[in-house]
């Protein structure tokens, strides 16, 4: 069974900062099938990035995935004052191998 | 633009079952599947499972295997979730998404109904 472990657990960073998240899978996910998603207080989560690197729809280019095999990355280049939120990575190698990791606070220092 | 709107907020007692639908407005689902993701509060996500249109097939979380059955009506683009047995532990917010790639119930999911509040009390 894959795990995503997901560190920090917590990020305290000020806007304008840049953030770097990370996201290790206990296996190597082999296809980079990898999303992340956004959730804020009181709202679904979105989508930012699948396939570890691509942005979803409508997402501000400041947002960027990279890695592969076991670890993974979202950077965040400049933090805007509605990028703090919870960030969640997600592996859906196939119907069996759907999990999500636990996710980074990303909080105003 | 598709949206997922979800029914309102459910109290159940325990050993009773809850039903969630999803509407799709704004398109159709097409080829696209459809899945159920729970979150307890203060707590991460979780898959429960999946249906895709046209072909009926469903795939679930083997945690939820037993206690779990999923539909569509395609005639209304509406999709049920339905989780028997309740206990305390089921008490969470249950959302439907939509499968960005299609014919599959895994993927990333790029449209999430809001939410639907499950309460599990005595």
């Known amino acids: 069974e894959i795990v995503l472990t997901q560190s920090p657990s917590t990020l305290p960073l000020s806007p304008g900062e840049g953030a770097t998240l990370s996201c290790r899978a206990s296996?190597?996910?082999?296809?980079?099938?990898l999303a992340w998603y956004q959730q804020k207080p009181g709202q679904a989560p979105r989508l930012l990035i699948h396939?570890?690197?691509r942005r979803a729809t409508d997402i501000p280019d400041r947002f960027s995935g990279s890695g592969s095999g076991t670890d993974f990355t979202l950077t965040i280049s400049r933090l805007e004052p509605e990028d703090f939120a919870v960030y969640y990575c997600?592996?859906?190698?196939?119907?069996?191998?759907?999990?999500f990791g636990g996710g980074t606070k990303v909080d105003i220092k | 633009q598709v949206q997922l709107v979800q029914s309102g907020a459910e109290v159940k007692m325990p050993q009773s079952s809850v039903n969630v639908s999803c509407k799709t407005f704004g398109g159709t689902l097409g080829t696209r599947g459809i899945s159920w993701v729970r979150q307890a509060p203060g707590q991460g996500l979780e898959w429960m499972g999946g249906?895709?249109?046209?072909?009926?097939?469903?795939n679930y979380a083997q945690s939820f295997q037993d206690r779990v059955t999923m539909t569509l009506d395609e005639s209304t683009n509406t999709a049920y979730m339905e989780l028997t047995s309740l206990t305390s532990d089921d008490t969470a917010v249950y959302y439907c998404?939509?499968?960005?790639?299609?014919?599959?119930?895994?993927?990333?999911?790029?449209?999430w109904g809001q939410g639907t509040m499950v309460t599990v009390s005595s």
């Open positions: 998404v939509r499968v960005r790639d299609l014919l599959r119930t895994w993927g990333p999911f790029d449209i």
């Open positions: 249906i895709i249109p046209i072909i009926g097939s469903t």
């Open positions: 296996q190597n996910l082999g296809n980079n099938y």
């Open positions: 396939g570890a690197s």
């Open positions: 997600q592996h859906y190698g196939s119907s069996s191998r759907l999990i």
